[in-house]
């Protein structure tokens, strides 16, 4: 049974900057690609970012590139996320989840995925 659960949220003002993590359990970890996704208020769930099996290897959405880095730990089976000058609108719920954007479908049913950590950006 796939079990992620996220931590490392909280509030930040405009420029801060805050490191998340995901720690897995249930799948091989070292074998599966893993990405980060936002539930703002109001919107859709949002694909953020995937880091692939090679540890170079991976992939943001324009809203954060350049300001998000997505890593990972093997040894730890723990996934992070660097967001390095937030902005209002990278308030939301943050969530981990288990494999590239073609599973966008899964984790839109709540599959593959946590239940999020809060982030809460202000001026």
């Known amino acids: 049974q796939v079990q992620l659960v996220e931590s490392g949220g909280g509030s930040a003002r405009t420029g801060e900057s805050l490191t998340l993590s995901c720690v897995a359990s249930?799948?091989?970890?070292?074998?599966?690609?893993m990405s980060w996704l936002r539930q703002a208020p109001g919107k859709e769930l949002e694909w953020l970012a995937t880091?692939?099996?090679?540890?170079?290897?991976?992939t943001y959405a324009d809203s954060v590139k350049g300001r998000f880095t997505i890593s990972r730990d093997n040894a730890k089976n723990t996934v992070y996320l660097q967001m390095n000058m937030l902005q209002p609108d990278d308030t939301g719920t943050y969530i981990c989840?288990?494999?590239?954007?073609?599973?966008?479908?899964?984790?839109?049913?709540?599959?593959?995925r946590g239940q999020g950590t809060q982030v809460t950006v202000f001026t």
């Open positions: 249930g799948f091989t970890f070292e074998s599966a690609a």
């Open positions: 880091i692939y099996i090679r540890l170079d290897d991976t």
């Open positions: 989840a288990r494999g590239p954007k073609t599973f966008s479908d899964r984790w839109r049913r709540g599959d593959e």
